[in-house]
């Protein structure tokens, strides 16, 4: 889809290169039409980021004084900078927010893992670490077991690159009225807290007729409630011949079509077991014995004979499908079988949908014209350092004296027959 029309179109954006919580944020913004220039470091063929889609790259060394100085006239002219970076580090180069006060508009994004204040701010860390400092992660896994990380995608994407999103986007808005930018301070330790604020304002509560809906992070409330594992009919069971169900019928009258469904595939109870009545759902004294009818019944019946008896009710039960499965039939639109059984990546289509300005439609996505159909899994460092220096106005005989000395890179770079003469440094309005 061309840019045209795209509603971030003419967004000018500086992503210096990191890993998923960063290279997220900028795919969505190119997704939604903005020019992302990604900084790479030079001396490097391959950066494993595969969130590159719709980005430019320039390979350019920040700690030369050349580079610097152009890296500084890019962000001079950028909207917003994507710092992925611990506490410190752009200061040290000289690339701080505070360098660009002439640049009135610019909207810095800082996004960390710990907070930037405190004794975890300059620690090393991964999703895992930063939901366990949130409290999240004490709330998340089975009856007694150990917490449980949902991947990496609580931390990463909801807490950090989600909220991040969030914050540009809010300060863009508010710039449409001030003319002004800002700092956006982003981590995933209070980014995943706010994400679960459902949970953590719960977890004080119990409802009338649900009871305890989450458990406070101890031992011995995690996985007893209502949606944390605790309830049978919020949860997953085995099916015939392998497959899953997933099964959330919370509601009274869901419970109800649910179990009804459930005696009518299977008149008789399992042995040992009675038929569940619609009164006794949020009795917990009986929810072991409710847990062992729901596991016997659904192991009757394959995954594709319960999905036609639960597709189209409100029973709140649907199948758990593999990544190729939901790619043929769990959204719209579905891909074609011959696309799942090339193996060749099917890429997520970018949300939400804008009715008068949707997002481009990524290369590999369900729907992509068969010259689109190979995904953008990777971006060479460097593979637009040419076309970005000539905009900004560096000339050839500059970028030759850059490559030689060592300040840019680019994987067509000039051999070093064509890299002779002297180089005058980069141009004065740099």
């Not at 799942?340 to 997520?348: G, L």
Request: hydrophobic letters at 35%; aromatic letters at 6%; one cysteine or more.
């Amino acid at each position: 889809m061309s840019q045209q029309g795209l509603p971030l179109q003419g967004l000018k954006v500086i992503e210096f290169s990191g890993l998923a919580p960063g290279p997220y944020v900028g795919m969505v913004l190119a997704d939604f039409g903005a020019d992302v220039i990604r900084i790479d470091r030079c001396g490097i063929s391959l950066n494993p980021d595969s969130l590159c889609r719709g980005k430019r790259s320039i390979a350019i060394s920040p700690k030369d004084q050349r580079g610097n100085r152009i890296l500084k006239e890019l962000i001079s002219t950028a909207d917003v900078v994507i710092d992925p970076y611990r506490p410190g580090v752009l200061e040290k180069l000289g690339l701080g927010p505070e360098e660009f006060h002439g640049n009135k508009g610019l909207i810095f994004a800082r996004l960390t893992g710990f907070q930037r204040e405190g004794p975890y701010a300059n620690m090393a860390g991964h999703d895992i670490n930063y939901i366990a400092l949130s409290g999240v992660l004490s709330m998340l896994g089975s009856a007694n077991g150990p917490p449980r990380p949902p991947s990496n995608l609580m931390a990463d994407f909801a807490g950090g690159s989600l909220i991040c999103l969030l914050g540009i986007l809010m300060a863009l808005v508010e710039r449409s009225r001030s003319g002004k930018g800002q700092i956006v301070e982003a981590d995933m330790v209070n980014g995943s807290r706010y994400a679960s604020s459902f949970i953590f304002l719960s977890s004080y509560l119990s409802h009338p007729s649900w009871g305890p809906i989450h458990g406070d992070g101890r031992d011995e409330t995690r996985g007893q409630n209502t949606l944390d594992g605790g309830a049978p009919w919020y949860g997953v069971y085995k099916c015939k011949q392998g497959g899953w169900m997933s099964l959330g019928a919370i509601e009274t009258h869901f419970y109800a079509e649910l179990l009804e469904i459930l005696k009518n595939a299977h008149p008789e109870p399992p042995a040992g077991l009675r038929h569940p009545s619609v009164e006794t759902q949020h009795d917990r004294a009986t929810w072991n014995e409710l847990r062992s009818y729901f596991e016997s019944v659904f192991k009757t019946r394959t995954r594709d004979d319960w999905e036609k008896r639960f597709v189209g009710t409100d029973a709140c039960c649907v199948p758990v499908l593999t990544r190729d499965e939901a790619a043929l039939k769990g959204v719209l639109p579905s891909a074609r079988p011959e696309d799942v059984e090339s193996q060749r990546p099917i890429v997520p289509r970018a949300a939400p949908r804008l009715s008068r300005t949707p997002a481009s439609l990524p290369r590999g996505a369900i729907g992509c014209a068969e010259e689109d159909e190979d995904a953008v899994m990777l971006l060479t460092p460097g593979e637009d350092t040419e076309k970005i220096l000539e905009e900004i106005g560096v000339g050839a005989e500059e970028r030759r004296s850059l490559y030689r000395d060592g300040v840019i890179d680019s994987p067509d770079k000039p051999d070093e027959d064509d890299q002779k003469g002297e180089g005058q440094g980069v141009k004065a309005k740099l």
